[in-house]
């Protein structure tokens, strides 16, 4: 997929960036790409924002917190949700990628790659506890739609991976 | 407001619908913590999709129409989900099966929906055919573990292909709403993509050491609203709630 062009006025980021996906709270949903744009239009704020998954029970909260974090900055905000372009795990940025590591939640890999992992043919999803590639699948579905269930071999921690979507 | 479009409509998003109130069913049911988990994952995008589509109907009714009362405030006939979809959690076989017949099929329709001239139901089936292509790699998975697994999931999944077998032809029935919409551009045809949908099951079937049914007698009628005695409970617990409160929201 092509790298999509955003859309964020830069004054609207900083309040935008404040805001995070209730089930990975160390993610701003900036960084999590699913913002789509950002915009002051005669004094309101226009917000896009896109799924992750159709049924993800994070974006109505999401929306409620970003009228609300534009609320206390003394603006009124409207947020439309967009389903067109599909949102993609490449808009996830790599400074994202990192805090869903600190986390504890491996971070999605390439497509081709991420095939191989959730069928069990390689070992190529790393454990973000100790780095091992000694890991296995336990579930290609995790404790959300957007994550697979994976166990480290070696020091035998399960964690979660962000599973690609493209 | 086009009818044709929203019967139409119908007739892709009450598939999701249905089996995503099936799948949910199995919540804390499930064989094991994580097969549960990855059913209700696969109902929870299936609903998901719904509300997408559901969102659309509501904007083409209008009047006041939302998400909810497309979803709740029908009457059974005017439901046009599959036979195959509403049929019941008979056990874990059953289920997957059900999955499997369903998955295929939707995987194939979404491929041709995502080029509709609906930009709406384009960018719908763009989004939902990510999350399909996981449904379908894990009931494909699961058609191939238990038969190939052991003699008694090898005959208890044959038992349950060779019992939904018969509601398969009905995917590809095409509806007055369909012909309509195939015209405007809108519409997948699926008499189409009925050879591919045999061949690719057959294989994957093939592959788990499974027989393909060689049945000419199918079951049809949910297309038409015409649905099995099944889903007369499965809508008595779907709508419960907008029955016994009306208008009540969380
Ligand atoms: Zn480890």
Not at chain 2, 62 to 86: I, M, P, S
Request: charged share 25%; net charge negative.
């Amino acid at each position: 997929m092509t790298e999509e062009k955003i859309h964020i006025d830069q004054k609207l980021f900083e309040i935008l960036e404040t805001v995070s996906d209730p089930e990975i709270p160390v993610l701003s949903i900036v960084e999590m790409g699913v913002v789509r744009s950002a915009k002051l239009i005669n004094g309101i704020v226009e917000v896009e924002i896109t799924p992750t998954y159709s049924g993800c029970p994070a974006m109505d909260v999401i929306g409620d917190d970003i009228k609300e974090a534009f609320q206390q900055k003394g603006y009124e905000a409207k947020v439309d949700l967009i389903l067109s372009p599909a949102w993609t795990t490449d808009w996830i940025t790599s400074k994202g990628r990192i805090a869903l590591e600190k986390y504890g939640i491996a971070s999605p890999l390439s497509e081709s790659a991420d095939k191989e992992a959730l069928l069990g043919n390689k070992k190529l999803v790393k454990c973000p506890q100790c780095g091992s590639l000694n890991t296995k699948l336990v579930s290609q579905f995790g404790s959300t739609a957007c994550k697979a269930f994976f166990q480290c071999e070696d020091c035998l921690e399960p964690f979660d991976y962000f599973k690609c979507l493209k | 407001m086009n009818n044709n479009l929203i019967q139409y409509i119908y007739g892709i998003a009450d598939n999701s619908l249905i089996l995503g109130q099936r799948l949910g069913e199995l919540c804390g049911h499930g064989p094991s913590i994580e097969t549960d988990i990855a059913l209700t994952n696969i109902s929870l995008d299936l609903l998901g999709q719904t509300r997408s589509y559901f969102q659309y109907v509501a904007k083409l009714q209008g009047n006041g129409a939302n998400e909810d009362t497309v979803a709740f405030l029908r009457l059974e006939r005017e439901y046009k989900n599959v036979l195959l979809v509403e049929q019941p959690n008979t056990d874990f076989g059953y289920s997957i099966t059900r999955q499997f017949l369903f998955d295929v099929f939707h995987l194939a329709l979404l491929e041709e929906l995502q080029k509709s001239k609906d930009e709406m139901l384009a960018a719908i089936a763009k989004k939902s055919i990510k999350e399909v292509l996981y449904h379908t790699r894990f009931s494909s998975d699961w058609i191939k573990r238990l038969g190939d697994g052991t003699e008694e999931s090898h005959n208890r999944i044959q038992t349950a292909i060779n019992d939904l077998w018969i509601f398969t032809d009905e995917l590809f029935h095409q509806t007055d709403a369909d012909k309509a919409m195939i015209a405007e551009g809108i519409g997948v045809d699926v008499t189409l993509l009925k050879i591919n949908y045999y061949k690719k099951v057959s294989s994957i079937l093939e592959e788990a050491t499974l027989q393909t049914p060689s049945i000419e007698y199918f079951q049809k009628g949910g297309k038409q609203g015409v649905h099995s005695e099944h889903m007369g409970f499965i809508l008595t617990e779907l709508q419960y709630m907008q029955r016994t409160y009306p208008n009540m929201t969380w």
